[in-house]
C-alpha cells in the first residue's frame, strides 16, 4: 500500500508538467510501417468502452478514422457486462471486440484471467509519466479524479469545505449527498481510498452524517443544483465543466483527490489485432491524450499542458491522493456495507 | 389452464393426419423448448457450477447455499409484499377503469382508452425522473405546493419511501393490467348480464358473480403476470427503495451480478431460479381455480356488444379518468415537455431555453438507426410473437392433447425470471451454441431474445381470448370444409382480434423498452433504442432522453389510434 508521503510525492510528479519517461521498446520504423498497413487492410476496430457515455472517446474515434482510414466502432456497457460479454466470446470462440477501454480495477481483474494479450511493441508505450506506465500487455489512458460539489447558493465562500474530514461536521449532517460507497464505482473508489488513508472513524464518523446514498450519479447533479442538498461526494471532478451556468462548485480537498485509472489492452482472439495495437499506441498520441485533457481529465502523457484548454486544465490540475487495489474491492465492499447500513 | 368439457376433436387438429399432427406439435415444442428451455438450462448450470459456462470449473452447491440465509429471506418477503400490495391496488383500478371504458356509455370512451394506456409506454427511467422532481421530500414540487397552501413545513409526500416504490410500480401494472382486461370486457355479450339482472340479482351482485366470474381466465392470468412482473420489478426498487434500505430480490441479484469485483452467478443464478419455483405456484394454483369450468362469453349466437347507462353518473366516471390520465400522465410528461425545453431538467430560466436537444437527437445518427433496429425488430417480433403465442395459446385451451402442461411451463419460464438473469442466459446460449449458426453478434439474437421475453403474454393473452369462444363456431367452419388453419385464422383469431391487437401492442412497446437482454445481446450497428438511452442517461443528457421519449409518445398515440380503426372495423364485420 502507497503512505501517503510517498503518494504526496508522486502525485506532485504527476502534476509537474515534464517527466521522465519510464523505459519502454519502440518499434523499427519498418516495423510500425508494416503493423499500420496490416491495421488498414483489417479496416475497422471495436472498442468495448466501460466507461458509458464517456464523450472522449468518439472524438478519439474520429480522430483515428481521420488519420489512419481505419473505421472505429463502439460497443458500450457496464464493466461487469462487457467482462461476461468478453469472457464468453473467448470461451466460444466467437471474438467480435478488439480492444477494452475499462478501468484498472476491472482491466486488472481480467489481465489476472488471461482475457489480453501483449500487444507488442508500441512507439508511444514509453510517453507515459510516473505513477502511470504501460506495461506490455495494458496502456494507462487516462485518469478520473474525485472531488466535492457544493451549491454556491446554500454555501458562501468561506463555509465550503476545504478538506475531506471537513464534511464530517456538524453543520453537514443530514445535507450530504453521496454516491453509493456499497457499490462498484466513484462511491466506492471515495470509500476504499479514505479508508486507507483516514482509517475507519472517518467512515464511521461520516456514516453518523447520515449521507443520502443513491446510484442515479447524473441525476444527483441537478439534485444539488436545485438546492435539495449543499454537499455532493464525490464529485468526478472534469463533469464540472458541463454544469456551467448552475449554482455549483467543485472542491479539491487539500489532501488530495482519490482517482481511478482508465486503461486500454487488447484482447485475446482480437479478430482485428494490428488496429487495436494501432488504437492503444494513438491513445497515447498527442491527439489521443487532448481529446481527454481538454475535457478535464488528467493524462498519463506529460507535457501537454500548453495544449490543453486553461478551464480544463484548472480541472485536471489536483494532487492525486491514490487509488484502489483490486485486490481489496471486495473486502472493502463488505465493510462499507457494514458502516453505511 | 382453462379445461373444458369437451375439447376440440384431436384428429381435426393441424391437419386430417395424425402424422401432420404430431409434427406440428413436436415442431411447436421444439421451437419453444429452444427459445426458453435452453436458456433456462445454461442457468441451472450457471447456478450448480462454480465457474459460469465455458470455464473450468466444478460442481458444487455454493449458489444454492448461499441463497438460504435469512437476509435473502427477509428480502424476498419484502419484495412478495410490495407485488401484493402493487397488484391488489393496481387491479381494482385497472378493473374499474376496464369496466367505465368497456361497459358503460362514458363520453370519448375511445379517446380515454388511449390516454389511459399511455403511462405504460414511457420509459421507466423517466417516469422515476419526473416523480423524483415532484414528491422528492426536499424540494419536491409536489410538496412545495403543500408548504405554500398550508404553511405546513413537513413534506406531504416521500417519494423514497415503500409508498413510493409501490406507487411508482403502479405507473406500469395499472395500464398494463387495463389493457390485459379491456378487450375481454368488450367482448362479452351482455346477454348474460341482463340474464342475471332479470332473474332478481343486483348490478352489484351480477358484476361480482356473472361479469368477474366469467372473465377469471382473463383476470387472473393478468394478476399472475402483473404479480410476478412486481417481483421482477427493478428501476423502482432502485431509485425509490435503495435510497431508502428498500431492497428487493431483484436489487440484491443486480448487486451480486455488477457490484462485487467477481460476479456471483451461481448465487445470483439461484436466487432467480428459486423464484421461479416459487411463482410456478402461482399458475399451478390458476390452473386448479379454473380447471373443469367453463367461461364462453362469445358463442354461434350473435350480438351487439351494449353498455349500460349511467345517467349522470357517466362524467364522474369520465372526470375519474381524467385524473388518472393528468395524475399518471400529464404530470410526469410534463415535466418531460418542459424539460426538453431548458438546458438542464428541472431548471426553468428563461435564459436555459433551448432548442439543443431536438437539434441534438435530430442529428443523432445512432438515434435513427437504433430506432430504425428497434422498430423492424419491434414489428417483426410482435408478430412472430403473437402467431406463436396465439398457436400455443389455441393448444393449451381448445385440445385435450397430453403435451399441454409441457407447453404451457415452456411458456411460462420466461416470464418468470428476473430480465438481468435472462439476458445472461441469452447470452451464453447464443454464444455458445454449437455448430455453424452464428446467432450471437446479429440482429437475429435480439430478435430470437425478444420473442422468447414476449411469448409468456402472447400466450396468457390469447388463452384468455379463446377461452372466451364457444367450440360451435369451430365446428360450423369445420362442418361448412375449411381446413384447420383457415378455421383458425378467419374465424378464432378474427374473434380473438381486441386481444391479439392488444397483446401486439404491449409485445412491441415491451421490446421498444427492453434493456437487460438488449445490452448483453447487440453489437455494432445492431444498436436498439433501449441502449442508445441507457447510453444518453448515463451520459447525464437527460434532456436528449426526454426527447426521445416524447417520440416514443408519438409511436404510441400513433400505433394505439391505428389499432382502434382495426379492431372496430375487425369487430363490425364479425
Keep these: 500500500m502507497l503512505t501517503r508521503r510517498t503518494l504526496l510525492r508522486l502525485a506532485a510528479v504527476a502534476t509537474v508538467s515534464a517527466g521522465r519517461p519510464a523505459l519502454a521498446q519502440a518499434p523499427a520504423d519498418a516495423e510500425w510501417k508494416k503493423l499500420v498497413e496490416a491495421a488498414k487492410k483489417e479496416g475497422k476496430v471495436v472498442v468495448y468502452n466501460g466507461a458509458v457515455g464517456t464523450p472522449a472517446l468518439p472524438k478519439v474515434g474520429a480522430a483515428f478514422e481521420a488519420k489512419y482510414g481505419i473505421r472505429f466502432e463502439l460497443l458500450e456497457a457496464r464493466a461487469s457486462e462487457l467482462r461476461e460479454r468478453i469472457r464468453t466470446e473467448q470461451a466460444a470462440g466467437k471474438v467480435l471486440g478488439d480492444v477494452s477501454h475499462n478501468g484498472s480495477t476491472t482491466t486488472a481483474l481480467q489481465l489476472a484471467e488471461g482475457t489480453f494479450q501483449p500487444y507488442g511493441a508500441l512507439p508511444n508505450a514509453a510517453r507515459p509519466v510516473a505513477p502511470f506506465k504501460a506495461d506490455g500487455t495494458r496502456v494507462p489512458i487516462y485518469v478520473i479524479p474525485y472531488g466535492i460539489l457544493v451549491n454556491t447558493d446554500m454555501v458562501k465562500p468561506g463555509e465550503e469545505p476545504k478538506s475531506w474530514k471537513d464534511v464530517l461536521e456538524p453543520r453537514w449532517k443530514g445535507k450530504i449527498l453521496s454516491d453509493d460507497m456499497r457499490a462498484l464505482g466513484g462511491g466506492a473508489v471515495f470509500f476504499m481510498v479514505t479508508m486507507q488513508h483516514f482509517g475507519q472513524g472517518f467512515h464511521e464518523k461520516l456514516a453518523e452524517q447520515q449521507p443520502h446514498m443513491n446510484r442515479d450519479l447524473r441525476g444527483n447533479y441537478p439534485r444539488i443544483a436545485r438546492g435539495e442538498y449543499p454537499l455532493y461526494l464525490p464529485l468526478t471532478l472534469p463533469d464540472i465543466l458541463e454544469l456551467k451556468g448552475l449554482p455549483v462548485k467543485a472542491i479539491k480537498p487539500v489532501e488530495g483527490a482519490p482517482y481511478v485509472r482508465f486503461d486500454g489492452a487488447l484482447f485475446k482472439g482480437a479478430p482485428h489485432p494490428n488496429a487495436g495495437r494501432l488504437l492503444l499506441d494513438f491513445f497515447l498520441s498527442d491527439e489521443g491524450q487532448l481529446a481527454y485533457g481538454n475535457l478535464g481529465f488528467v493524462t498519463t502523457v506529460g507535457g501537454l499542458e500548453s495544449k490543453i484548454s486553461p478551464e480544463a486544465r484548472a480541472v485536471a490540475q489536483t494532487s492525486l491522493l491514490g487509488t484502489t487495489d483490486p485486490k481489496l474491492q471486495d473486502e472493502m465492499l463488505k465493510l462499507a456495507k457494514q458502516i453505511y447500513k | ?574
Design chain 2, 1 to 574: 389452464m382453462a379445461t373444458v368439457d369437451v375439447g376440440i376433436r384431436a384428429h381435426r387438429v393441424f391437419g386430417r393426419s395424425r402424422l401432420a399432427r404430431n409434427l406440428a406439435l413436436a415442431a411447436l415444442v421444439a421451437v419453444l423448448a429452444f427459445l426458453t428451455a435452453y436458456p433456462m438450462a445454461m442457468l441451472v448450470y450457471g447456478s450448480l457450477h462454480t465457474t459460469p459456462p465455458g470455464e473450468a470449473g466444478t460442481f458444487s452447491l455454493d449458489g444454492y447455499r448461499a441463497m438460504l440465509s435469512r437476509a435473502n429471506a427477509l428480502v424476498l418477503l419484502n419484495t412478495i409484499g410490495l407485488s401484493l400490495v402493487k397488484t391488489g391496488l393496481s387491479m381494482a383500478l385497472a378493473l374499474f377503469l376496464a369496466w367505465i371504458v368497456a361497459r358503460t356509455d362514458t363520453p370519448y370512451r375511445e379517446s380515454l382508452e388511449v390516454m389511459i394506456t399511455l403511462p405504460f409506454y414511457i420509459p421507466p427511467i423517466l417516469t422515476a425522473m419526473a416523480w423524483g422532481m415532484l414528491a422528492t421530500p426536499k424540494g419536491g414540487l409536489l410538496n412545495l405546493a403543500w408548504t405554500g397552501l398550508t404553511g405546513q413545513r413537513e413534506p406531504l409526500i416521500n417519494i423514497y419511501s415503500y409508498g413510493g416504490v409501490v406507487w411508482h410500480m403502479m405507473q406500469y401494472s395499472t395500464p398494463f393490467l387495463f389493457l390485459l382486461m379491456v378487450g375481454a370486457f368488450k367482448s362479452m355479450d351482455p346477454a348474460l348480464e341482463e340474464s342475471s339482472r332479470m332473474s332478481g340479482a343486483s348490478a352489484w351482485t351480477t358484476f361480482r358473480r356473472v361479469t368477474l366470474g366469467l372473465m377469471l381466465p382473463v383476470t387472473t392470468s393478468a394478476f399472475i403476470l402483473s404479480f410476478i412482473r412486481g417481483v421482477e420489478s427493478f428501476e423502482s426498487a432502485l431509485i425509490f427503495g435503495t435510497p431508502a434500505g428498500i431492497e428487493v430480490i431483484t436489487t440484491e441479484i443486480y448487486h451480486l451480478i455488477h457490484h462485487v469485483n467477481r460476479p456471483d452467478y451461481p448465487q445470483a443464478t439461484a436466487l432467480a431460479l428459486g423464484i421461479m419455483v416459487l411463482m410456478f405456484g402461482l399458475v399451478v394454483w390458476q390452473w386448479r381455480l379454473l380447471g373443469g369450468r367453463s367461461f364462453f362469453t362469445v358463442t354461434g349466437k350473435g350480438y351487439t356488444p351494449r353498455v349500460s347507462r349511467l345517467g349522470r353518473w357517466r362524467w364522474v366516471t369520465f372526470g375519474f379518468c381524467i385524473l388518472f390520465f393528468v395524475v399518471t400522465v400529464v404530470l410526469p410528461v410534463g415535466q418531460l415537455v418542459i424539460g426538453s425545453f431548458f438546458k438542464f431538467f428541472g431548471f426553468y430560466r428563461v435564459s436555459m431555453l433551448t432548442l439543443d436537444h431536438y437539434q441534438a437527437v435530430w442529428q443523432n445518427r445512432l438515434v435513427w438507426r437504433a430506432l430504425g433496429n428497434t422498430l423492424l425488430l419491434g414489428l417483426l417480433g410482435a408478430t412472430a410473437t403473437m402467431m406463436l403465442g396465439g398457436l400455443v395459446a389455441y393448444v393449451l385451451v381448445r385440445t385435450r392433447f397430453g403435451i399441454r402442461p409441457v407447453l404451457e411451463i415452456l411458456a411460462w419460464l420466461p416470464w418468470m425470471m428476473p430480465g438481468m438473469v435472462l439476458g445472461v442466459g441469452f447470452l451464453w446460449a447464443y454464444a455458445l451454441l454449437p455448430g455453424p449458426i452464428q446467432l450471437y453478434g446479429t440482429l437475429w439474437a435480439l430478435l430470437v431474445a425478444y420473442v422468447t421475453l414476449g411469448t409468456p403474454l402472447a400466450v396468457r393473452t390469447m388463452s384468455g381470448a379463446f377461452a372466451q369462444l364457444a367450440y360451435d363456431l369451430e365446428e360450423c367452419s369445420r362442418v361448412h370444409g375449411a381446413a384447420w388453419w383457415t378455421t383458425f385464422r378467419r374465424i378464432l383469431l378474427a374473434l380473438a382480434w381486441p386481444s391479439f391487437a392488444v397483446g401486439f401492442i404491449l409485445i412491441f412497446f415491451v421490446i421498444l423498452r427492453e434493456l437487460s437482454a438488449s445490452i448483453l445481446l447487440y453489437s455494432v450497428g445492431n444498436e436498439v433504442l433501449a441502449v442508445v438511452v441507457m447510453r444518453m442517461w448515463t451520459e447525464g443528457k437527460a434532456g436528449q432522453v426526454s426527447v426521445i421519449a416524447l417520440v416514443m409518445l408519438g409511436l404510441v398515440f400513433l400505433f394505439r389510434f391505428a389499432e382502434r380503426r382495426l379492431v372496430r372495423t375487425h369487430l363490425g364485420r364479425s
